[in-house]
């Protein structure tokens, strides 16, 4: 069973950063794509961002410009940097990694204060 370890949401002011990580259990090269999905109170889960085992990037359009997803294939991890963060940004933060099947995180709170 693959784990998927999330770490570095929390509290911070509008117009600021957080770097979120997500640590597999297995390595980042045998999944396929690995990703951030993200979940607001009363709304379904959508895609913030994904990057591909050779490196191609997709982003929401609502974080093109702020967000930059990155993988590090030494330190196993894959990173979502998040900059000029929106009060609108505030959601659990879900990391996904998919290889034969979708495996998901525990997920990590964002909270933007304004």
């Known amino acids: 069973q693959v784990q998927l370890v999330e770490s570095g949401g929390g509290l911070v002011q509008a117009g600021g950063s957080l770097r979120l990580s997500c640590a597999p259990s297995g390595s980042i090269s045998s999944f396929n794509v690995m990703g951030w999905y993200r979940q607001a109170p009363g709304n379904q889960r959508e895609l913030v961002a994904t990057i591909t085992a050779g490196g191609t990037t997709n982003y929401a359009n609502s974080v093109k410009g702020r967000f930059t997803i990155s993988r590090d294939n030494a330190k196993n991890t894959v990173y979502l940097q998040m900059s000029s963060l929106k009060p609108e940004d505030t959601a659990v933060y879900y990391c996904?990694?998919?290889?034969?099947?979708?495996?998901w995180g525990q997920g990590t709170q964002v909270t933007v204060s304004s």
């Open positions: 996904n990694a998919l290889r034969r099947y979708s495996y």
